[in-house]
């Protein structure tokens, strides 16, 4: 969906299209790259151009040219630095680089973050890195910290994993996205304080999106606290566990706040016995307004208030729908500030509900969930006072990613709807290169597959959309692709199922240098294999040769002749219709074709014939 909010252009693109809602959010993820000719992809780490991240950034800062910062794997001690220009973004290839500044406070840059974006650095984008051991002499050491910012810039963090920080995030910029990302436990400092794994710290922030993450064990600290106007909290795991967490979620100068979709587990530890806080220090931002939705709020302490207002100031209205509050404690301190319906309530702990797996925190519904109870018994939540839909459009999907929240009947309440969706399996069976393209061909089994994309990218490109192959009668889907140059590439198969869930095969491929000409003679695999009644063989020659190309069985006698005669340098195809020499279709079974060309040159792929 296009949020946006009204005063300052951005846009978060993402799945949630059919939200529809216009006024809203932040963030063109998709206009991450600098518009300037002049921007510079700069590679860290061994063997790489710049040794270590600081130095990127302190060539990227000089230049000022909107670059783009690979690096690669690897773990980086004492390696911090500050983005001080705009149109930065840092990606981390797999397996995800590490940087460790050791506990050890000379090791983050101002005292302040592994990564700081100044706040002249606008639209900044940091993808696929771990940050541990930050540790400042303020006692705030953020693994990535993101300076205040009173202008239209955005900063996203995607795919990340913080753990061992004084603070995980620290941030507030005028836009801030974190999805896909693990923020775990932060570290207990000298005067005990309040140690947070997301923290959006000034009111400056407009926009705070969460979403698709696994915030867990902040010591004496909240999983998130928000002091953005707007705040979404969507589909995410906020969970004490062993850790002293104190407020799950904290909004506490009041603003509007959406909290739709998330696990939320207070632990035995948690020395507050407040789940969601809201406006416990100030009315500072305008918005008086928050939705609690479709939530799973599980408390294990033996006390509780799961939505507590009580020290926020007048005119505060909140909405709580489909939510499931699961043990014992309040629901609200103060119910007449809040509309209430069609919540389920168990105060036990004695899984009434019928969930998957409590004692490991999966809230899953099951087969034993009550219907008309749960399944199926929740309300169309309706819109927020500034007009956004506040049904769940999406689920969390243990850790660190989300589906489209499965249509099956009513709306469930809670926080996953049952059945869960059976995600497609899908499976690569080839993947062939050649200097005039990439051939892929996966098998998909099943006949609820609703959609099929594929895509690709470079190491350091975004996915590209390139098409929509059918799978065929056999479930294969086969997708050529003729225009790459030579390189590596991933390409991804997505597969998307009547339900809504979708399963994702990636693969690298290696597109060998040439113009058009193979560089070596070749022969694909063979399309479709297994076959019934008609395969293609392609197969491709450096020169003009005599090429000879047979079917033959495993006895090694020739069974079928396809080509033979001279053919011309470059890729050919040709098709064998299942028959032997004499015109009778051959016995299923296990056969090779075998393409001999000039120089010697012998290739053999493996054919099942199946009738
Ligand atoms: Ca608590
Ligand atoms: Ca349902």
């Not at 469930?412 to 993947?431: K, M, R, V």
Request: proline residues 5%; contains cysteine.
């Amino acid at each position: 969906m296009v949020y946006e909010l009204p005063r300052r252009s951005a846009a978060v693109t993402s799945e949630e299209h059919n939200r529809g809602q216009k006024r809203f959010l932040l963030l063109l993820l998709v206009l991450v790259a600098s518009p300037c000719l002049a921007s510079t992809t700069r590679h860290v780490g061994v063997g790489q151009a710049y040794a270590t991240l600081q130095d990127a950034l302190l060539a990227a800062n000089a230049s000022d040219t909107g670059d783009s910062i690979i690096v690669h794997p690897g773990t980086y001690r004492n390696d911090h630095g500050t983005i001080g220009v705009s149109n930065i973004t840092i990606k981390g290839l797999d397996p995800r680089p590490v940087f460790d500044a050791e506990q050890d406070s000379t090791h983050i840059e101002n005292q302040e973050g592994i990564i700081v974006v100044a706040s002249t650095a606008l639209n900044v984008t940091i993808d696929n890195l771990e940050f541990t051991g930050a540790v400042s002499d303020a006692q705030n050491g953020c693994g990535v910290r993101v300076m205040p910012e009173d202008s239209p810039g955005w900063v996203a963090i995607r795919n990340c994993t913080f753990h061992d920080n004084q603070m995980d995030i620290e941030a507030c910029p005028d836009s801030l996205l974190v999805e896909n990302c693990e923020l775990g436990r932060t570290l207990p400092t000298y005067t005990n304080g309040f140690q947070h794994c997301m923290y959006v710290n000034q009111n400056v922030c407009r926009v705070l999106v969460f979403r698709y993450n696994y915030a867990h064990r902040p010591h004496n600290g909240h999983e998130i606290k928000s002091r953005a106007q707007n705040t979404f909290i969507l589909y995410n795991r906020l969970a004490d566990e062993d850790e002293t967490g104190t407020y799950n979620i904290d909004i506490p100068d009041c603003g509007t706040a959406y909290i739709i979709g998330n696990v939320i587990v207070q632990g035995v530890n948690s020395p507050n016995e407040s789940l969601i806080r809201y406006g416990a220090e100030s009315g500072g931002v305008p918005g008086r307004d928050f939705y609690i939705i479709n939530n799973t709020i599980v408390n294990r302490l033996g006390t509780g208030v799961f939505v507590n207002t009580d020290l926020s100031p007048g005119g505060v209205t909140g909405v709580s729908r489909n939510n499931i509050f699961y043990g014992p404690g309040t629901l609200y301190s103060d119910p007449s500030v809040i509309t209430s319906s069609n919540n389920y309530v168990d105060t036990n702990l004695d899984n009434a509900p019928g969930f998957l797996d409590p004692a490991g925190d999966d809230y899953h519904l099951t087969a034993a969930s009550p219907g008309g109870a749960i399944v199926d018994a929740g309300v169309d939540p309706g819109t927020s006072l500034e007009g956004y839909a506040l049904a769940p459009a999406m689920q969390y999907v243990y850790d660190l990613t989300s589906e489209t929240r499965p249509a099956v009947g009513a709306l469930d309440i809670g926080a996953f709807e049952y059945p869960t969706a059976t995600a497609i399996s899908a499976l690569l069976l080839s993947a062939d290169a050649g200097a005039n393209g990439v051939r892929l061909q996966w098998y998909a089994p099943g006949d609820q597959i609703a959609s099929t994309s594929v895509y690709r990218r470079t190491s350091d490109t975004d996915w590209v959309l390139l098409g929509h192959p059918q799978a065929d009668v056999g479930h294969q889907i086969i997708y050529e692709d003729r225009t790459v140059a030579p390189g590596r590439y991933e390409y991804r198969l997505a597969v998307r199922d009547v339900f809504g869930a979708e399963s994702l095969v990636d693969t690298w491929v290696a597109v060998p240098e040439g113009d058009g000409v193979p560089r070596v003679t070749s022969l694909d695999a063979a399309t479709p294999n297994p076959f019934g009644e008609r395969l293609v063989l392609h197969y491709g020659l450096p020169v003009s040769s005599r090429v000879r190309l047979g079917v033959f069985d495993l006895q090694g006698r020739r069974v079928a002749t396809v080509v033979d005669g001279v053919e011309p340098e470059g890729w050919h195809s040709a098709v064998w219709n299942g028959e032997d020499a004499a015109g009778h279709l051959v016995a299923s079974g296990m056969y090779f074709a075998r393409l001999e060309a000039a120089g010697g040159a012998t290739r053999v792929r493996k054919i099942v014939v199946a009738r």
